[in-house]
């Protein structure tokens, strides 16, 4: 399974765009990039899903490069209930099986 | 909105003690996983099933146990408890398409302390 490796944390301030980049060296053909939000107390939450190029919806953005072993959440104008950890996850679900990387804890400040 | 929902919030057990946790959800989905989540070590996968009476090891699966009779319900089981088990279990379930991924929905957590 593909290995993943994201910043331990971050930290911005609100109406900011935030980038968060998740390695992924080791990607198979057939795996797709999915970033997950976990707030406190509760089980992480989709966000986010690609296989290559750009991907947007109300949340946010996905970038991944031709090589795909990286990929960049986006999320614009963050606001303080973005105060989150956010999961990368790579994997392939034809096996039902997929690798969450550490986590990147965003915090958000006024 | 899909639902997964597990037996306990918090739950306290003594070491050695046997140990189920329960998951159900209710979208019909045939892949069902549980993590455990610790502090600077993200999820990790325990054991995953993608059918009924079906399972697979995940990355630690030492000193677990699944089982999986029915579609909708996959249980969690602590052969004899211990206190490096003391963790947050996270139960999730997801359709299963092949060549494909499909979103993971997540239960509300389990506090396991073991004493």
């Known amino acids: 399974l593909a290995k993943t490796t994201q910043p331990i944390s971050m930290d911005s301030y609100e109406g900011q765009e935030v980038n968060i980049t998740c390695s992924h060296n080791?990607?198979?053909?057939?795996?797709?990039i999915t970033w997950y939000q976990q707030f406190p107390s509760q089980g992480p939450r989709f966000i986010i899903q690609?296989?290559?190029t750009k991907v947007t919806n109300e949340v946010a953005s996905l970038f991944i490069p031709a090589d795909r072993k990286s990929s960049t959440l986006s999320l614009p104008r963050v606001s303080l209930s973005d105060t989150a950890v956010y999961y990368c996850?790579?994997?392939?679900?034809?096996?039902?099986?997929?690798?969450f990387g550490d986590g990147t804890t965003l915090t958000v400040k006024p | 909105d899909v639902k997964v929902t597990q037996s306990s919030r918090y739950l306290v057990k003594r070491t050695g003690e046997k140990v189920f946790l329960e998951c159900v959800q209710d979208?019909?989905?045939?892949?069902m996983f549980w993590y455990r989540q610790d502090p600077g070590l993200g999820l990790r996968l325990i054991y995953f099933?993608?059918?009924?009476?079906?399972?697979e090891k995940g990355d630690i699966p030492e000193g677990y146990s699944v089982s999986r009779e029915k579609k909708e319900r996959f249980s969690l089981i602590l052969e004899s408890a211990s206190t490096n088990q003391t963790s947050m279990y996270l139960c999730?379930?997801?359709?299963?398409?092949?060549?494909?991924?499909?979103?993971?929905?997540f239960g509300p957590g389990t506090r396991l302390t073991v004493l």
């Open positions: 979208m019909d989905h045939e892949n």
């Open positions: 996850l790579v994997g392939d679900d034809g096996a039902g099986k997929s690798t």
């Open positions: 999730a379930s997801s359709f299963k398409v092949l060549a494909s991924y499909n979103e993971q929905f």
């Open positions: 690609g296989y290559k």
């Open positions: 080791n990607i198979a053909t057939n795996d797709y």
């Open positions: 099933s993608y059918d009924v009476k079906m399972k």
